[in-house]
């Protein structure tokens, strides 16, 4: 055989067992994935693990948004900390966001800080199925809704409860509904019992949580740190394109991202766009990609909004702000989608407290 010949032939084998084990490994962790038949989305309409509720592939892809049916349907994962129920602490009941099956009880929530929404339990029923899931390289089990077949996400042997279960499900698999809501919706005389509820939280009913920028941050968070109805604050990294940055990353003004603050709010006491008020008057929200001394689009100022009602409000407030003339000069304040917020290091949280050095416009 000619060389040449030789190096096409070794190309395609390698090209082929990579496809045929990319192939093996979707067919062994999606089965919604195979056309096998009795899938619940293959496309045949049959059933899957038991599931009560059954739809083609098409029939999903019509009811789902893109997001759901990619993690739903296609067994994807949706970005750590992007999700809406990772840090959202309602008391209420979790239903399967394709089926409307009830999943989770809020008591048995709780952060494992790993950005998804995590969970002890589910409800009794049993609720979900779980299934070996063998792709990427690793053994895991992977959680479905037991009335439809979907992907929820997977379970863990790492939970802070008797069992140790730590059920780490996608926001996008679920839809949330507050407890009195949930039974109407249910239509149940009783709510659904979670097998092993945790303690209630201490914390309220609903919280919120909003992102800002608007400068060094640890000036920013101490501000934020004193409003009544702030329960919580962190700084971290947000508004660019470079994964996990560090604190160095950011100072070089080449990732993109702005020192932020996400702050966690009880909206019984404080409203977002009261909230927003409050930003604008922590920083000179007329400066471009600086505050004060501190220089560069690390510095910029910006609201990052997490969904419509946010944004309007931001836009909202801003509007007012340029309209009544208190400031001289044009207001530059960024309006954009929250995107993925990487916390800072441990020794910029809550910065002013551990070292009382007022700096940074405070
Ligand atoms: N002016 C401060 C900025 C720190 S901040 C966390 C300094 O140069 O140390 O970016």
């Known amino acids: ?79 750590p900390f992007s999700g809406k129920y990772n840090d959202f602490w309602g008391k209420g009941t979790y239903f399967c966001a394709a089926c409307g099956a009830p999943l989770f009880d809020s008591n048995t929530k709780y952060d494992h800080g790993t950005g998804w929404p995590s969970f002890t339990s589910p409800l009794t029923g049993p609720a979900v199925d779980t299934k070996d899931d063998i792709s990427h390289f690793t053994h895991r089990i992977e959680v479905r809704c037991a009335t439809c077949g979907a992907h929820l996400g997977h379970v863990f042997d790492d939970g802070p409860g008797p069992d140790g279960k730590h059920y780490c499900i996608n926001s996008a698999a679920l839809r949330f509904a507050p407890f009195d809501a949930a039974r109407r919706d249910a239509g149940a005389a009783t709510p659904p019992t979670p097998q092993a509820a945790t303690p209630a939280s201490p914390r309220p009913a609903a919280v919120e949580t909003a992102v800002f920028a608007a400068g060094c941050f640890w000036g920013v968070e101490y501000k ?3 409003v009544p109805g702030v329960l919580e604050t962190q700084v971290g990294y947000t508004g660019g394109l470079t994964k996990n940055p560090s604190y160095e990353d950011v100072c070089t003004d080449a990732t993109g991202h702005a020192e932020a603050i996400r702050v966690t ?52 407030v801003r509007a007012e702000m340029e309209k009544s003339g208190a400031l001289r000069k044009r207001i530059v304040t960024d309006i954009v989608p929250a995107g993925e917020f990487y916390k800072a290091e441990e020794y910029h949280q809550q910065y002013y407290e551990k070292n009382k050095i007022k700096s940074c416009g405070f």
């Not at 045929?20 to 899957?48: I, M, N, R, Y």
């Not at 019509?62 to 949706?78: F, R």
């Not at 766009?273 to 510095?299: A, C, I, M, W």
């Open 265 to 316: 709010f009880d909206p019984t006491k404080i409203n977002y766009e009261d909230l927003v008020r409050k930003f604008f008057s922590f920083h000179d929200p007329t400066q471009l990609n600086r505050q004060g001394p501190d220089v560069g689009t690390q510095y910029r100022s910006a609201i990052f909004y997490r969904d419509a009602v946010q944004k309007t409000a931001a836009e909202k």
């Open 224 to 226: 934020f740190g004193q």
């Open 1 to 79: 055989m000619a060389a040449r010949t030789k190096i096409v032939v070794m190309a395609l084998c390698i090209f082929l067992g990579w496809a045929g084990w990319t192939g093996l490994e979707a067919l062994l962790h999606c089965s919604p994935k195979a056309k096998t038949a009795g899938s619940a989305a293959d496309g045949t309409g049959g059933q899957d693990m038991g599931a009560k509720v059954t739809k083609t592939k098409k029939e999903w892809k019509a009811a789902l948004t893109p997001e759901q049916y990619d993690v739903m349907i296609q067994c994807g994962t949706e970005p």
